[in-house]
């Protein structure tokens, strides 16, 4: 799993509640990446980290924020969570010896309901 | 903008047989390129990469080949088995700036 763990693994929430993922490493890598997946659409990004504190917009940020005070966590929050977003989240990381190549967790399925 | 899309989105080839899987990108600045597999529950794994420098890149059983001249991305699958079931993605990279933009995915089913 290259060092990294996503939580939880399952959610159900209700539509209109702050819902909260992290993704942990123990790879020291830089670069951090929470994408969504969906049928059809493969893997959009949402947010990425190239490092503490310095966060970026994906192609599917709306709805979505996200906070690295450390290195080894990523924190991906649903402010108001909606049934559009029930979808399976993975995070990944990458940069460790200038490599771009990701390493994926095994995905936190969450559903609004 | 920038994409990343596949040909076919289900490929059912016969167990032992070479399996292709084919990709297309747009964005003509993509200078490195991955194959991923994911099975069932899982996240995706890193199968291969290539970067723009090179045509053709081989691995154990896996073979990746680039048409910069079309932006066209194939994986080769060489014999192959049961355990290469699974959705297969290309990736793209450009600008050196470490967002993976993916493809939709195609399915492999390799029948006994």
């Known amino acids: 799993d290259a060092g990294i763990t996503q939580s939880p693994r399952h959610k159900v929430t209700e539509t209109g509640t702050p819902v909260t993922l992290r993704c942990h490493q123990t790879?020291?890598?830089?670069?951090m990446y929470w994408y969504r997946q969906d049928p059809g659409h493969g893997l959009r990004l949402i947010h990425y980290?190239?490092?503490?504190?310095?966060?970026d917009k994906g192609e599917v940020s709306d709805g979505y924020s996200v906070s690295r005070s450390k290195t080894e966590d990523f924190l991906l929050t649903l402010e108001s969570a909606t049934s559009s977003q029930t979808s399976v989240y993975f995070c990944?990381?990458?940069?460790?010896?200038?490599?771009?190549?990701?390493?994926f967790g095994q995905g936190t399925r969450l559903t609004v309901v | 903008g920038e994409s990343v899309g596949l040909h076919l989105p289900t490929l059912s080839v016969q167990e032992g047989d070479n399996s292709i899987i084919n990709c297309a990108y747009s964005n003509s600045a993509s200078d490195y390129f991955i194959w991923y597999k994911q099975e069932s529950g899982k996240g995706p794994q890193f199968i291969i990469d290539?970067?723009?420098?090179?045509d053709k890149r081989q691995g154990q059983r896996v073979t990746v080949l680039l048409n910069k001249t079309v932006k066209h991305l194939s994986l080769q699958i060489a014999a192959t088995q049961p355990g290469d079931s699974a959705v297969y993605f290309c990736?793209?990279?450009?600008?050196?700036?470490?967002?993976?933009?993916f493809g939709s995915g195609t399915r492999l089913l390799v029948r006994p």
């Open positions: 990736a793209e990279n450009a600008d050196s700036s470490y967002k993976l933009i």
């Open positions: 980290s190239y490092g503490v504190k310095d966060t």
């Open positions: 790879e020291n890598h830089r670069y």
């Open positions: 290539i970067r723009s420098n090179m």
């Open positions: 990944a990381i990458s940069g460790a010896g200038g490599k771009v190549e990701a390493f």
